[in-house]
């Protein structure tokens, strides 16, 4: 408790409220639970919220929990981590490879199974990982920073985004057993193991973009197209193709362009029609109307 209470206090300890606030200790109500069931409800809520019930706004905790992982995810942060237990990075690599060697070490083919689904669980080889038979086979729960089987890496040539040297990157699992010379397994050796795993580059390829050089053929036999108007809105790609060609619109029958051309012709009658009233009655007027004072 004093260790806890000196780290709490060690920055700005003697601000207000500090000492009611900052390091506070409570002993466990057994009828309301136990330290390993506070730490599981803390540990759901980072995960799926599953009987966690609701969030402080009154809704259903598994579908804000769903929010916050996007978030997360997005933004790559890290929600929790145990400190202390088996690394999971050995673990991600166990999954990405497919076959160990048949004289591999004990402890290297169990920590496999748990991590690809092959775990017999009473007679079921369909059942699902064992993240428990992936720590036995490490050396426990508190193995820290000495698991029997640890992460290898190798060095790479690529450059950042920003063009400085990338840290070394994962590439399988490397651990110590021992080696047997005969069937009897009376004379042994220790021997180093270190399995590669698969791993896969994924590219971008997009499509070569064709550019036009102004000193080159095609931009001198270049003709400028058609121009545009908003006379014709054909859609038709049959009378599009007929412009870009210069063939005449009206060679290709088209609903759009029949349909327009009724309505000029309706119209170019109407016009004509409105012009010989408008004659007919100019003639009938006396022509002194038409003098200025």
């Known amino acids: 408790m004093e260790?806890?209470?000196r780290y709490a206090f060690q920055e700005s300890g003697d601000e207000k409220g500090a000492k009611e606030h900052r390091c506070d200790f409570k002993l466990i109500d057994k009828t309301r639970g136990t330290a390993a069931g506070y730490i599981a409800k803390y540990v759901a809520k980072n995960i799926d919220c599953e009987h966690v019930g609701d969030d402080l706004e009154g809704r259903p905790a598994t579908e804000s929990a769903k929010r916050v992982?996007?978030?997360?995810?997005?933004?790559?942060i890290r929600q929790f981590q145990q400190v202390g237990g088996p690394p999971v990075s050995v673990w991600r690599e166990l999954r990405r490879i497919k076959h160990l060697p048949a004289d591999a070490p004990s402890h290297l083919q169990r920590a496999h199974r748990a991590a690809n689904k092959q775990i017999q669980n009473d007679g079921d080889e369909t059942a699902t990982v064992a993240w428990d038979a992936y720590c036995r086979a490490q050396g426990g729960v508190d193995c820290g920073r000495s698991p029997a089987i640890k992460l290898t890496t190798r060095e790479t040539e690529t450059l950042g985004r920003y063009g400085d040297a990338t840290q070394p990157r994962a590439a399988g699992v490397e651990t110590w057993g021992h080696h047997d010379f005969d069937?009897?397994?009376l004379a042994q050796q220790p021997r180093h193991w270190q399995i590669e795993s698969e791993r896969r580059v994924w590219t971008i390829e997009r499509a070569a973009v064709r550019r036009l050089d102004w000193r080159s053929f095609d931009a001198e036999s270049a003709k400028p197209a058609l121009p545009r108007t908003s006379v014709n809105n054909c859609t038709n790609p049959a009378c599009e193709a007929a412009q870009a060609c210069g063939a005449a619109t009206s060679s290709i029958p088209c609903a759009t362009h029949e349909g327009a051309q009724k309505i000029f012709t309706a119209l170019d009658a109407e016009m004509k029609l409105l012009k010989a009233k408008f004659?007919?009655?100019l003639s009938k007027r006396p022509k002194d109307e038409f003098k200025l004072g």
């Open 279 to 281: 004659q007919t009655a």
């Open 3 to 5: 260790t806890l209470k």
């Open 183 to 185: 069937a009897d397994g």
């Open 69 to 76: 992982e996007a978030w997360s995810s997005t933004w790559r």
